[in-house]
């Protein structure tokens, strides 16, 4: 059995990142022969029902409440919940991969016996990790690994945005990518699958008050509590479309001239088709990589949310219509970053990941 386990939740409260992310690289070994298994817990705002639509397959840990390191004897817990769950495949499976930001050494030496080989994708460099392969697609300091003193000395670091990971579908959109010129013509306005710091609403509430004729598309998660809400705000406005849960987000960016979002994988999405766009802060985990971008000249910077409001949206907007030359060198800078370019079918990742479980 050819099989890879991931390990990773998503909910209201952490947003949908880490499984999407994972989705893009079980997505990638699947189409090389090798199936997965998720194993989550089932918090408010999961996407399992995704997962499975994907065609993977699901493990629930039969837990509603988020796994968090401060809390005595929750890793241990987690760890032999997931350990039962691996051992009923009856064989080892080649790769176990977390992304979860409570998981570290301590849970993943807990399972080492349970796997052949452990990946680990991280964007914190804040704790240590029992891992052979460790993904950090946000870090932008070429001269420095943050992890070289966190991980084993045989642990196979992969870190910056050229080991992003992307469904098929942004490959093949960039493909047929057309040139961008800085004139704004469509926005795409999408802040994270859950938007708990409701910048949807903000930035809608931005577009009907500033006079234009612009289109733009507003996409929301399944895990967004306030998508009834949203949907409301967009059937009051003209030339805006919804778009909930969507396969088809590299559609959208390709067909954008700018963009309103949150930083994070979202982040580097836009910068792979090289729309340019502001991007505000909604966690503090995508503070280095935004501000490391905005240092570079890939996106505009807005700041953290809570001192972001629907003025500010309003004026971004107004201010990127104005600079159109600004907005075609965040584009290839953006692009640049993400080794974006047309004959690349695959993921880096998914080779260097294919090279150590098939060997």
Same mark, same amino acid.
């Given at each position: 059995?050819?099989?890879?386990?991931?390990?990773?939740?998503?909910?209201?409260?952490?947003?949908?990142?880490?499984v999407?992310?994972?989705?893009?690289?079980?997505?990638?070994?699947a189409s090389?022969g090798w199936?997965?298994l998720?194993?989550?817990?089932?918090?408010?705002?999961?996407?399992?029902?995704?997962i499975?639509?994907r065609?993977?397959?699901?493990?629930?840990?039969?837990?509603?409440?988020?796994?968090?390191?401060?809390?005595?004897?929750?890793?241990?817990?987690?760890?032999?919940?997931?350990?039962r769950?691996i051992?009923?495949?009856?064989?080892?499976?080649?790769?176990?991969?977390t992304?979860?930001?409570?998981?570290?050494a301590k849970?993943?030496?807990?399972?080492?016996?349970?796997?052949v %080989?452990i990946?680990?994708?991280?964007?914190?460099?804040?704790?240590?990790?029992?891992?052979?392969?460790?993904l950090?697609?946000?870090?932008?300091?070429?001269?420095?690994?943050?992890?070289?003193?966190?991980?084993?000395?045989?642990?196979?670091t992969?870190?910056g945005?050229?080991?992003?990971?992307?469904?098929?579908?942004?490959?093949?959109?960039r493909?047929?990518?057309?040139?961008?010129?800085?004139?704004?013509r469509?926005?795409?306005?999408?802040?994270g699958?859950s938007?708990?710091?409701?910048?949807?609403?903000?930035?809608?509430?931005?577009?009907?008050?500033?006079?234009?004729?612009?289109?733009?598309?507003?996409?929301?998660?399944?895990?967004?509590?306030?998508?009834?809400r949203v949907?409301?705000?967009?059937?009051?406005?003209?030339?805006?479309?919804?778009?909930?849960?969507?396969?088809?987000?590299?559609?959208?960016?390709?067909?954008?001239?700018?963009?309103?979002?949150?930083?994070?994988?979202?982040?580097?999405?836009?910068?792979?088709?090289?729309?340019?766009?502001?991007?505000?802060?909604?966690?503090?985990?995508?503070?280095?990589?935004?501000?490391?971008?905005?240092r570079?000249g890939?996106?505009?910077?807005?700041?953290w949310?809570?001192?972001?409001?629907?003025?500010?949206?309003?004026?971004?907007?107004?201010?990127?219509?104005?600079?159109?030359?600004?907005?075609?060198a965040?584009?290839?800078?953006?692009?640049?970053?993400?080794?974006?370019?047309?004959? %690349?079918?695959?993921?880096?990742?998914?080779?260097?990941?294919?090279?150590?479980?098939?060997?």
């Amino acid at each position: 059995m050819r099989t890879v386990v991931f390990r990773a939740d998503a909910s209201v409260a952490s947003g949908t990142g880490h499984v999407m992310r994972c989705l893009a690289l079980a997505d990638e070994l699947a189409s090389a022969g090798w199936s997965a298994l998720f194993i989550c817990r089932r918090l408010e705002g999961h996407i399992g029902g995704y997962i499975q639509a994907r065609g993977h397959e699901l493990a629930w840990l039969d837990c509603d409440t988020a796994l968090k390191r401060e809390v005595s004897g929750a890793i241990a817990d987690d760890a032999a919940r997931t350990s039962r769950i691996i051992r009923d495949l009856g064989k080892p499976p080649a790769l176990l991969v977390t992304d979860h930001y409570a998981i570290d050494a301590k849970w993943e030496s807990l399972l080492r016996h349970d796997v052949v %080989k452990i990946m680990a994708i991280d964007d914190l460099a804040d704790r240590f990790h029992d891992a052979d392969l460790l993904l950090d697609q946000n870090w932008l300091d070429e001269t420095l690994d943050p992890y070289r003193d966190l991980v084993p000395a045989h642990c196979l670091t992969l870190l910056g945005p050229k080991y992003l990971l992307l469904r098929r579908n942004f490959y093949e959109a960039r493909q047929t990518l057309r040139p961008r010129d800085g004139i704004i013509r469509r926005v795409l306005i999408f802040f994270g699958g859950s938007d708990p710091t409701q910048e949807t609403e903000k930035a809608l509430e931005a577009w009907s008050s500033f006079r234009h004729d612009l289109e733009a598309d507003v996409v929301v998660g399944g895990a967004n509590p306030r998508g009834s809400r949203v949907a409301e705000l967009v059937s009051e406005l003209k030339g805006v479309r919804m778009h909930v849960q969507t396969d088809n987000m590299a559609a959208l960016i390709a067909s954008a001239d700018y963009g309103l979002g949150a930083g994070g994988v979202a982040l580097w999405e836009r910068c792979y088709l090289g729309l340019p766009s502001s991007v505000t802060v909604v966690a503090e985990n995508q503070t280095y990589s935004t501000s490391e971008a905005d240092r570079l000249g890939a996106v505009h910077s807005i700041g953290w949310h809570a001192f972001v409001t629907s003025s500010h949206y309003r004026a971004v907007l107004e201010e990127a219509m104005s600079k159109p030359g600004r907005l075609t060198a965040m584009s290839l800078k953006g692009m640049q970053l993400t080794d974006s370019r047309q004959e %690349k079918t695959r993921s880096l990742v998914a080779s260097e990941v294919l090279a150590v479980i098939e060997r």
